[in-house]
């Protein structure tokens, strides 16, 4: 909820060089991942499903979509 009520400001910090890091249980990243996704879709402009993840999946060979996920 915390994605959806600062999305345009999150929006902004990423495409202006910010970071994003993810830390907790695996239900929890799946749920921030895919509040991520619609984000890019929806503040970004980003195309459909595929080409939002592809969007975060290319920030995480920058670096700068960095997980770190447990059970």
Known sequence: DGIKAHGGR???????GGSVFVCGSINMAKEVNQALV???????GVGGLVEGQTYWTQLAKEKRYLRDIWN
Not at 38 to 44: F, K, M, R, S, V
Request: aromatic share 8%; net charge negative; hydrophobic share 45%.
């Open 10 to 16: 999150l929006w902004e910090l990423v495409n202006g």
């Open 38 to 44: 619609d984000l890019a879709q929806q503040e970004g």
